[in-house]
């Protein structure tokens, strides 16, 4: 389960709240067998919540919200690969769909993004998923698939099965518009079957696919019962320690 903060919480506001994850996962004993816990919060709170993490030993995971295309250099505002893996960061959300839209970031750029993470032994979590006008039109699995297939082009079988990718129906982002468990099941395993065709069946029960778009404690069961979907990537919920504790412990909420 990722908590993707966007552009949400300073440093000290980041400390407060994977403090409190970390004592609602506690309180609740929450199996980490059952769901790995991740937060992605902006690069300024990287620092500060690998010193808590480090610090306290905590079993909260973290990762950023982009990373450079480049090694370093002349490349003004851009964070690096070796710089996030430096800080900690187990996983790196590359081709978010807010990216994707706000600059302009195609297959090709997610494709970059995600093999410099990978080199610097971090995960990536891949992000795909169509636009209103392409669910209308029916077209959802087949866009989505050509997204997964530009963002892994060259990808090894090995790489592919280690890596996260993330079906994010855009209509459903911070909408309240939340997909059916059986839509986001529908491209959920699209996707893993276009990975056994494509890259074999190891890498295809390998691979983690996870589902993003409004949810929520209260809907989480519904959408981790469906055979192909391995977890969750939350964007609003997971400001709130109590909710995304709730999402985190997605085997003891009800489903509805
Ligand atoms: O990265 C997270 C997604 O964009 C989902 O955001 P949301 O849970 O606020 O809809």
Redesign the pocket.
Known sequence: M???W?MNLNHQEAVVLVQKLAWTLDDKRHDFAKAEVVV?PPFTDLRSVQTLVDGDRLRIRYGAQDVSVHDSGAHTGEISAAMLAKLGCSYV?VG???RRADHGEDDAVVNAKARVSVAADMTPIV?VGEGLEVRREGRQVEYTLAQVAGSLAGFTPEQVGALVI?Y?PVW?????E?ATPEDAQEVCGAIRSWVAETHGEEASQAVRVLY?????AANVAGIMAQSDVDG???????LEADEFGGICRFYEMPMI
């Open positions: 990722a908590g993707n966007k992605v959300v978010h769909s807010e992000c993330a994010e459903a982002i911070g909408t309240g939340v993003g778009g409004s949810v929520k969750a990537l939350v964007g609003g919920a997971s």
